[in-house]
C-alpha cells in the first residue's frame, strides 16, 4: 500500500517563499516497516521531469538540483512520514508541478531519478 499526498503549492510573486509537504503511506508486504527513499520532483509544461530534492532512507545528506541549491530546504520527519520542502526566492523559472516521488530500500537519493511511487502533484506558480 503506497500513498502520497502532496500539499502546499500556490501563486507567488517572484523572490516570494512557498512550503511544501509530502505525507507518505509506503509499506508494503516486502518492505513492512516502510523504509524508503523519499524526494520532491518537478516538471514545467514542455520540460523534462527534473529532481529537485531527495532524501536516503537515513533522513541525512539531502541531494539538491543545482538550480535549487541555497533557496530550498528539505526536511524529512520520520514520526510523521512527511518530507517537507521549504522554497525560498522563488524565481518564474521555478514554476512548475511538483511531486513527491519514493522508492523502497534498498534505494539512494543521488541515483533516484525514476520512483515507481507518486504523488499527484501540487501547482506552484511564480510570476514575475
Known amino acids: 500500500q503506497v500513498r502520497l499526498v502532496e500539499s502546499g503549492g500556490g501563486s507567488v510573486q517572484a523572490g516570494g517563499s512557498l512550503r511544501l509537504s509530502c505525507v507518505g503511506s509506503?509499506?508494503?508486504?516486502?518492505?513492512?516497516?516502510?523504509?524508503?527513499?523519499v524526494g520532491w520532483f518537478r516538471q514545467a509544461p514542455g520540460s523534462k521531469r527534473e529532481k529537485v530534492a531527495a532524501?536516503?532512507?537515513?533522513?541525512?545528506?539531502?541531494v539538491y538540483a543545482d538550480s535549487v541549491k541555497g533557496r530550498f530546504t528539505v526536511s524529512r520527519d520520520f514520526a510523521k512520514n512527511t518530507l517537507d520542502l521549504e522554497m525560498n526566492n522563488l524565481q518564474p523559472e521555478d514554476t512548475a508541478m511538483y511531486y513527491c516521488?519514493?522508492?523502497?530500500?534498498?534505494?539512494?537519493?543521488?541515483?533516484?531519478?525514476?520512483?515507481?511511487?507518486w504523488g499527484q502533484g501540487t501547482q506552484v506558480t511564480v510570476s514575475s
Open positions: 516521488g519514493a522508492e523502497f530500500f534498498p534505494c539512494n537519493a543521488l541515483h533516484m531519478d525514476n520512483p515507481p511511487y
Open positions: 509506503v509499506v508494503s508486504s516486502r518492505n513492512p516497516r516502510g523504509t524508503y527513499c
Open positions: 532524501m536516503s532512507t537515513g533522513g541525512v545528506n539531502p
